[in-house]
């Protein structure tokens, strides 16, 4: 039996304004190479500048994941060739980095990774979190390849865990959690379609009980969660058989792989570098950078985060642990909760229409940021239920009408005509006209059959077309039925 052993690198692209070390734009999806300057094309003589905000972000960071913060760090020079890196190096953060020794908390759900239980816990180390220039961008065209600069000097913050995960459900745990940090504190949207969310895979093997540490497969650049699982289940496979049949060393070799989600494969990309390889030396073209006082003071004040915000759910609102962190597991299903809430309803009620019904109805890309119900006008029709305005089920047609019609709440109701009856006159006379016309059924009930209560709850409903409270008929019923 074997123990997988998976470190992780996330490039995570900072939402900063402009880039690492000049003052072009960030917002690389413009015309291709219109935002550079001779600073980011790497030009003879222009000198790299620091961006401040590039380190007040980073400070969010560390704080975030109870992190030592280096408030001197250094940059260094790391030497590759890529069609897409003008200068031929990278501007990056090797010996003395902004974060170190941070660590981030990961819930288990549900029967999954190692067969944790439900509501168990897992810590993984950070190792680092350091600053780094991204690279541009290569568009392949046919015959033809072309290089985007849009992109290059663009901030970038590398975490690198250590390699404490060991399966592919925890490393899907782990970066949910830190995707969900990233948005929470706002340093970046971490869009990992768009790029701005890159995932590094380091995938190794090892006999159970063994502590030794064999060699690493590097997964290269994965750009969702499913994709990120599966190229660990190919590549663990891969390494799996290859050890059963003896070839572990001749075919399990320190690379760089890509992974084929056509036909569903790991592929070898290039050999992969020692640090010796890349001829690390200090920067010679920037100071040190320093965090000052005032900068920590004013930048490790973050806001509520993913763990807090569900620790407060469970006090507060009574929530399951469970539910919390589904609620929580995003910025924005918390705020929708917390937006249904302020109308004054049950957290339970809130929960149901917003994780069961709201969702339910979402297609294609239709999430909670762009519904086309928003989270105060959920809340309202919650609260519409709450005060017997209208019954749950009628609710339910109510969200299919709001889905497809720009109207409030109670124009909805209106229209489709599904007021709940709670004048205690109308409904008296609805009863008394079921009673009279279903004497037998009266002198059976009486006689003993408690279970014809339900039908003369029924014929009621049936007569106001289910415009009636029903807590209201049962009331009325009881009385006159004796």
Avoid at 237 to 254: L, P
Avoid at 286 to 291: F, S
Wanted: charged content about 25%; overall charge negative.
């Amino acid at each position: 039996m074997f123990e997988v052993v998976i470190g992780l690198e996330v490039h995570v692209q900072l939402n900063t304004k402009t880039k690492l070390f000049c003052s072009c734009p960030t917002s690389f999806n413009h015309r291709q190479n219109t935002n550079t300057c001779p600073t980011c094309l790497a030009l003879p003589g222009a000198l790299p500048v620091l961006n401040k905000e590039v380190l007040n972000k980073s400070v969010m960071f560390g704080t975030a994941v109870d992190a030592t913060i280096n408030q001197i760090s250094y940059f260094d020079r790391k030497s590759y060739f890529y069609p897409d890196s003008p200068s031929a190096y990278q501007i990056t953060q090797l010996y003395t980095p902004i974060v170190e020794h941070g660590k981030l908390r990961i819930d288990f759900l549900e029967e999954g990774a190692q067969h944790q239980k439900s509501g168990s816990h897992k810590v993984i180390r950070i190792n680092r979190a350091h600053i780094e220039a991204d690279a541009g961008k290569n568009i392949h065209d046919g015959p033809i390849s072309k290089v985007d600069l849009n992109r290059a000097g663009t901030p970038l913050l590398e975490i690198v865990s250590e390699p404490d995960m060991r399966s592919a459900e925890e490393v899907t745990l782990y970066l949910k959690k830190l995707h969900s940090i990233i948005r929470y504190l706002d340093i970046g949207d971490a869009n990992m379609q768009e790029g701005s969310f890159r995932v590094d895979v380091n995938v190794s093997i090892r006999p159970k009980g063994d502590e030794k540490l064999y060699t690493r497969v590097e997964i290269k650049n994965i750009n969702s969660f499913r994709f990120i699982q599966r190229a660990i289940e190919l590549e663990v496979a891969r390494q799996s058989e290859a050890w059963e049949d003896g070839v572990y060393e001749r075919e399990i070799v320190q690379e760089t792989r890509l992974f084929d989600q056509v036909k569903q494969e790991t592929r070898s990309m290039r050999g992969k570098e020692e640090a010796a390889d890349y001829r690390y030396f200090p920067e010679p073209d920037l100071l040190k950078a320093v965090v000052t006082d005032e900068m920590m003071q004013e930048f490790s004040k973050i806001p509520e985060l993913p763990d807090e915000k569900m620790e407060r759910f469970v006090k507060e609102y009574g929530m399951s642990e469970y539910n919390a962190i589904v609620v929580t597991s995003s910025l924005e299903m918390a705020h929708f909760f917390e937006t249904m809430m302020q109308e004054g309803i049950s957290a339970k009620n809130a929960l149901t229409w917003l994780t069961v019904e709201l969702q339910g109805r979402f297609k294609g890309e239709i999430n909670v940021s762009n519904s086309p119900v928003d989270a105060k006008k959920l809340g309202y029709l919650v609260k519409r239920i709450e005060d017997g305005t209208i019954s749950g089920k009628a609710a339910k047609e109510v969200l299919d009408y709001l889905m497809q019609n720009s109207v409030d709440v109670d124009a909805a109701i209106d229209s489709l005509g599904l007021k709940q009856v709670s004048d205690t006159g109308a409904l008296e006379a609805i009863c008394d006209a079921i009673i009279s016309a279903n004497q037998e059924k009266v002198a059976e009930y009486k006689s003993g059959k408690d279970k014809l209560f339900g039908f003369f709850v029924g014929q009621v409903m049936k007569e106001s077309k289910g415009s009636a409270n029903p807590q209201s008929v049962n009331e009325i019923l009881k009385t006159k039925l004796g």
